[in-house]
């Protein structure tokens, strides 16, 4: 026991504090070859993190920015069966939408134009084609537009509904047209 006093005596001589409550440091510990405190550049870097996130986020189009959803565009479906005026297996629609109403051109697979004319509201409406006449007993031709499918940025891709007519026979059948590319 008294050794054990002697090596705490002189311990105390040499180290007058060893026995004494340590002291936090001052100064911040440091990253090594760096002159910033040490967790400085870990909080610097999550700011940054965070950051970035928050700016990848908002590169979606902003609410105020409008999101072009018209059928302004070139289109294009097939059908089982048409008026009697061309050959509508395949047709190609050109649109023009101002406002609600729509304007544009229809072209059947032979070649046949016809300008067509109609309205949309929301995501509904209709399309007329007026058939000549000389061509049999023929009424316009309607495309009553019933959905219009969107792709993730609010741009219609298509749209579809029912064709109603009479021209060689009655005319009821669904129809999708898609946008073509480069349009």
Same mark, same amino acid.
């Given at each position: ?17 060893? =026995?004494?409550?340590?002291?936090? &440091? ?19 870097? $999550?700011?940054?993190? $965070?950051?970035? =996130?928050? =700016? ?8 105020? *920015?409008?999101? #072009?959803?018209?059928?302004?565009? &070139? ?6 069966? !048409?008026?009697? $005026? ?12 101002? +406002?609600? %109403? ?5 072209? %059947?697979?032979?070649?046949?134009? /016809? ?6 509201? +929301? ?10 006449? !000389?061509?049999? *007993?023929? *009424?316009?031709? @309607? /495309?009553?537009?019933?959905?219009? !499918?969107? #792709?993730?940025? !609010?741009? $219609? ?14 005319? @009821? *059948?669904? /129809?999708?047209? %898609? ?5």
């Amino acid at each position: 026991m008294r050794f054990l006093r002697w090596v705490i005596s002189v311990a105390i001589r040499v180290r007058p504090n060893l =026995l004494a409550k340590p002291r936090l &440091r001052r100064t911040p510990l440091r990253v090594p070859l760096s002159r910033k405190p040490l967790g400085t550049r870990r909080f610097g870097s $999550a700011i940054g993190l $965070a950051l970035s =996130l928050v =700016l990848a986020g908002c590169h979606h189009q902003s609410p105020s *920015e409008p999101i #072009d959803t018209s059928l302004t565009g &070139r289109w294009s479906t097939t059908l089982m069966r !048409g008026p009697c $005026a061309g050959d509508w297996s395949m047709i190609e629609l050109t649109l023009t939408q101002s +406002g609600s %109403t729509l304007s544009g051109e229809l072209v %059947t697979r032979d070649g046949v134009h /016809f300008p067509v004319s109609g309205n949309l509201t +929301g995501d509904s409406g209709g399309i007329t084609v007026p058939v000549p006449v !000389g061509t049999g *007993e023929c *009424e316009p031709v @309607l /495309f009553q537009i019933s959905s219009i !499918g969107r #792709d993730s940025g !609010g741009h $219609a891709v298509s749209f579809s509904g029912q064709i109603h007519g009479s021209c060689c026979g009655t005319l @009821l *059948e669904s /129809f999708m047209f %898609t946008r073509q590319a480069g349009a």
